[in-house]
């Protein structure tokens, strides 16, 4: 009779063993609630009439600039920019309570070489993007903060005799960190590719929102190319900075 107490104990220890690991880990792996979720527009055209129309799900000023850039021999090049930025997820951390946004924040850059001193193409010979993804923490001790997670673009030519070179991506973070203070850091990229896309280190900190001076948060990064035609080149730059 002892023996079947005994045994009867020991099963159902063992069934315990077995079931309570797996429920941790079911909890490890979900910590978060998911508050939104929402499908990244990707389509140029969709995300320039955002731009047009004053678009964006976070404070963004001039979302559509114009001006012209000079060649290394003072030809110059009309250049649009538009910029948009879209929510992609809020989520709440289950254990600290922390409220997380993650966004996409994209500029793209039309240069038309039909509005330069030579007559090209009447379509925009060269279009370069930028996206960065950044994550805006709310804390439960009320700070809020930004977080670097990825970059990516590219650079496209539409028209015979235009090349794209030299190109060249930098994204980084500047700010202060909750915990740890000052943190800089950047890295430079050369793509060989029309495309690109980087994740950034996870051993960068979220810097704080708030700040002015030396001490004002910047997060992003920039792509830059060497357009050339006809003789002539340019020196193309896209920026997506938030903080």
Partial sequence: MKKKIISAILSTLLTLILVLPASASSLQDTPYKLLENNVEIKDPSILIQRAINNVSDLPIENQVSREQILSDDNKPLSVTQYRTAQLLTEKQDQASGDLISTYAVTTL???????????WDSTYSI???????????YDSHGLKYWK?????GGWEVYASGV?????????????ITPSSGLFQNSIT??????????????SWGAVL??????????VGGNTTATLSAFGSTWTLTVSTIFA
């Fill in 163 to 175: 090349t794209a070179t030299n190109k060249q991506v930098i994204y980084g973070v500047y700010g």
């Fill in 109 to 119: 850059a039309s240069y038309d070489a039909s509005k330069t001193e030579t007559k």
């Fill in 209 to 218: 929102s708030t700040g002015a001076g030396n001490f004002k948060p910047n």
């Fill in 127 to 137: 279009k370069g993007h930028l996206t960065i993804y950044v994550s805006y923490v």
């Fill in 148 to 152: 670097l997670q990825e970059v990516s």
């Fill in 189 to 202: 990229q050369n793509p060989i590719a029309s495309t690109f896309s980087y994740t950034a280190p996870t």
